[in-house]
Nanobody
Framework: QVQVVESGGGLVQPGGSLRLSCAVS????????MGWVRQPPGKERELVAR???????EYGDSVKDRFTLSVTNNKNMVDLEMNRLKPEDTAVYYC?????????WGQGTQVTVSS
């Protein structure tokens, strides 16, 4: 059984920064892809950022040039650095792990951008 554990999140003022972290247990369970999606209030989930390990990193259009996804070499941890946050970034952020036909999700962490 794979567990996806998220940390970080919270309340931040517009223009501020936050860092989200995601780790998978057991630690030797390497993914093909990991990333973050978010669900704003009353809206559908949308891609924030994802990595296909060793191939590329992709970002949603609304976060390009503001968010940065970083990965570890052992393919089971990803961090999301979020800068210049806007009120419209307010959402529950979910980390996911994917390999083959398997998908595992974290419980979600709330990010609120408000003055």
């Amino acid at each position: 059984q794979v567990q996806v554990v998220e940390s970080g999140g919270g309340l931040v003022q517009p223009g501020g920064s936050l860092r989200l972290s995601c780790a998978v247990s057991p630690s030797d369970f390497n993914a093909y892809s990991m990333g973050w999606v978010r669900q704003p209030p009353g809206k559908e989930r949308e891609l924030v950022a994802r990595t296909i390990f060793g191939v590329r990193i992709e970002y949603g259009d609304s976060v390009k040039d503001r968010f940065t996804l970083s990965v570890t070499n052992n393919k089971n941890m990803v961090d999301l650095e979020m800068n210049r946050l806007k009120p419209e970034d307010t959402a529950v952020y979910y980390c996911y792990w994917h390999r083959g036909s398997l998908d595992y999700w974290g419980q979600g962490t709330q990010v609120t951008v408000s003055s």
